[in-house]
């Protein structure tokens, strides 16, 4: 065989396994241990307190919704000034953690919000409630007022990601580090429903004190992959399958 087809043939048997190992490496990238959110994901953020007839007042005054980066659950980012206490902020934290998952696969997955007023501050206060404000809800991904649609962005899952079933959500209502109470809710999702990363509807009203100046959100899921490509078709694929028969 000349020199010159010789190497164009093992050229292209390097390119077929240098995309065999590729391909493999993505189906390894796509464990269930591994985060199953986008690497600097942003979510929309909106928080209001409500009466029981259904008036609301948004808390996180600003233009729009707040866009959070996921990985700020240490570092919460500022979602606007507080409504009720124009001298506090209302800071917004995030992530994907894994705090309930061993190391088999299979077992569900969460997301946790940390939400908080920046100098302890409740989130109603007792001028507010006195107007009948006892009530709290947030929007995040989605949003009710067709204004803030154009700023609605949800959790985003990454593509090896086929569906994410919902478990469970829970709220727990703290003063700072004293948890007051804790409060599983389906937003009308029952187990084993598909979840598309959003929490908005206006009917999630949550009845709070004025004590409560902090809110911690948890979500658990259990996510299902796209199925991994046997070997035979990654090589079929790449082509390599095809040489070889063509050389017997």
């Known amino acids: 065989m ?18 065999a190992i590729s391909a493999a490496a993505g189906i390894a990238s796509a464990d269930p241990l591994d985060p199953v959110i986008g690497a600097g ?4 953020f909106l928080i209001f307190m409500a009466t029981d007839g259904g008036v609301e007042q948004q808390l996180n005054s600003g233009a729009g919704p707040a866009s959070i980066q996921r990985g700020s659950l240490d570092f919460p980012e500022v979602a606007g000034t507080s409504f009720n206490t124009p001298s506090a902020n209302i800071l917004v ?16 997955s969460r997301v946790r919000f940390d ?7 409740a989130f109603i206060n ?19 007022n067709p204004a803030d649609q154009a700023s609605a962005d949800a959790i985003g899952f990454r593509p090896f990601v086929e569906d994410v079933v919902f478990v469970e959500a829970r709220a727990v209502f703290f003063n700072d580090d004293v948890q007051l109470n804790s409060l599983a809710f389906g937003f009308t999702l029952g187990i084993g429903s598909t979840w ?3 929490d908005a509807l206006p009917g999630n009203l949550f009845n709070v004190g004025t004590d409560i100046n902090r809110i911690e959100i948890t979500y658990d899921y259990d ?3 796209v199925p991994a490509p046997t070997t035979a078709s990654l090589l079929l694929g790449a082509g390599l399958l095809g040489a070889r028969r063509r050389r017997s």
Do not use: C, K
Request: proline content about 4%.
């Open 2 to 19: 000349p020199r010159s087809m010789a190497n164009v043939r093992g050229a292209l048997l390097v390119s077929a396994a240098g995309f």
């Open 93 to 108: 934290g995030w992530d994907e953690i894994y705090d309930n998952r061993p190391g088999d696969a299979g077992v569900f």
């Open 41 to 44: 994901d942003d979510v929309s």
């Open 223 to 225: 996510p299902t992959f």
């Open 196 to 198: 598309d990363g959003t």
């Open 115 to 121: 939400i908080s007023t920046s100098d302890g501050s």
């Open 126 to 144: 007792e001028d507010a409630a006195n107007n009948g404000y006892n009530f709290l809800r947030w929007e995040i991904g989605d949003h009710s």
